[in-house]
Structures are given as structure tokens and as C-alpha cells.
């Protein structure tokens, strides 16, 4: 099993439906982070998670939330779908105090809001 | 704030010869660096990075960065590319203190035979 695992690898949904992206990893480790990539821009940080109780937004969270339900697990949440959301999504974790060895990225989701 | 710029959006090459991606950052303290690639259909990883000490890094497939601190740059090589190389390769930057990473827009190599 990968270590970062995300579901669904894939979705199509409608403007204005409720959707929840999942992260789960077996790294153990106490950071996780939602970034989303569009072509020509890079990966963009919308939420970040030091810890379950530690929730923070990043550069690009409005229009998104976030859940820490337990050390391994961070889900994100469209509220209300638009089209400018669509994106290729990716969850990522590091260890604390050892983020500087690199992060771990999921397989990513990619996300289509028609 | 932080912010990477890679200066390549595309970079075709053929296959063996070398090829230089282009990162510079800026940031006012002092930082770490990565350079992470991406294969089609796949998540990011790792291929190197910079913490301290040596300037110039290298990864276990051929490619190596150089961290300049005076040009803000950490430019990627590599001196004979293969056909597998073909994929989008990131620069990254945190801040020392920081553990979120910023990342540039991304460099696409294409590897042509």
C-alpha cells in the first residue's frame, strides 16, 4: 500500500455539489497539507496541519475546508463546487522538525466540477 | 514572502544531451531548497535537496543542483539525459523556521530520441 494514500483518484461533479477529498498515511507523521496544481501555476497550498488541533489556511483556502480527524487522516471539503476549482488535488505529510527532508506526496486526485 | 521562479516553462532537448532548469528564490533569511519531479500521472517526488553544507547536491539518477547564495539561484542539471527523464520538475524553497514549502510554477522536460 502507498503511504499517502488519496480517494477518490478521480471525480466529476456538478457546480454547486458538496464534495469531500480524502488523505490517509501510513508515514506517521504529524503534518499534512492539501495543495492543489493547475497547469502553468504550480502547486498552491490551501490548508496545512501541524497537528489534529492545528489547522491553518494557506495562500488559496477560500472556498474550502479542511477536517484533521485523526493523525493520519485530513479530508478536504468543496462546500459549494465551481468550475475554477477544478484541479488536480494533492495531499502531502512530513515529519515535525524533519519537514526539511522532503515531503511525502499522494497520487493525487483529479477533481472536474462541471 | 518567499517566491521561486523557474525561467523555463518547456525545455525540449534530445536524448544525451545536457540540460540545465533554471530556479531562483528570494527570500531575505536563510533557506532550504528542493527540486521535486513529477512523471506523468503520478504525485511529486523527491529528487533532491539543499539543507547546508555543500553547495552542490546530487540525486542517486544523474542530476545534481548547485546552490548559489548570491545569485539566489539553484539551478538543476544533469550532462546526459535519458528518454525516462521526460516529466515536470519543481523547485521549492522554505524559509529556515518554516516547514511549508512554495513552489514554482514548474518545468516541463521533454526528452526527445
Known amino acids: 500500500d502507498a503511504d499517502v494514500t488519496q480517494t477518490p483518484r478521480n471525480r466529476i461533479t456538478k457546480t454547486g455539489k458538496r464534495i469531500m477529498l480524502e488523505c490517509s498515511q501510513t508515514k506517521g507523521h504529524d503534518r499534512m497539507y492539501w495543495y492543489r496544481q493547475d497547469p502553468g501555476l504550480g502547486l498552491r497550498l490551501i490548508y496545512y496541519s501541524f497537528d489534529v488541533k492545528d489547522i491553518n489556511k494557506g495562500e488559496i483556502s477560500d472556498g474550502y475546508s479542511v477536517s484533521r480527524q485523526a493523525q493520519a487522516k485530513f479530508s478536504l471539503s468543496l462546500e459549494s463546487a465551481i468550475p475554477n476549482q477544478t484541479a488536480l488535488y494533492f495531499c502531502?505529510?512530513?515529519?515535525?522538525?524533519?519537514?526539511?527532508?522532503?515531503?511525502?506526496f499522494g497520487s493525487g486526485t483529479r477533481l472536474t466540477v462541471v | 514572502a518567499q517566491s521561486v521562479t523557474q525561467l523555463d516553462s518547456q525545455v525540449p532537448v534530445f536524448e544525451e544531451a545536457p540540460v540545465e532548469l533554471r530556479c531562483n528564490y528570494s527570500?531575505?533569511?536563510?533557506?532550504?531548497l528542493f527540486w521535486y519531479v513529477q512523471y506523468p500521472n503520478q504525485g511529486l517526488q523527491l529528487l533532491l535537496k539543499?539543507?547546508?553544507?555543500?553547495?552542490l547536491v546530487e540525486s542517486i539518477n544523474g542530476f545534481e543542483a548547485e546552490f548559489n547564495k548570491s545569485q539566489t539561484s539553484f539551478h538543476l542539471r544533469k550532462p546526459s539525459v535519458h528518454i525516462s527523464d521526460t516529466a515536470e520538475y519543481f523547485c521549492?524553497?522554505?524559509?529556515?523556521?518554516?516547514?511549508?514549502?512554495?513552489f514554482g510554477k514548474g518545468t516541463k522536460l521533454t526528452v526527445n530520441p
Open positions: 527570500s531575505s533569511v536563510s533557506v532550504y
Open positions: 539543499y539543507l547546508s553544507g555543500s553547495t
Open positions: 521549492a524553497v522554505s524559509e529556515g523556521g518554516s516547514e511549508k514549502l512554495v
Open positions: 502531502a505529510t512530513s515529519d515535525s522538525g524533519r519537514g526539511y527532508y522532503g515531503y511525502t
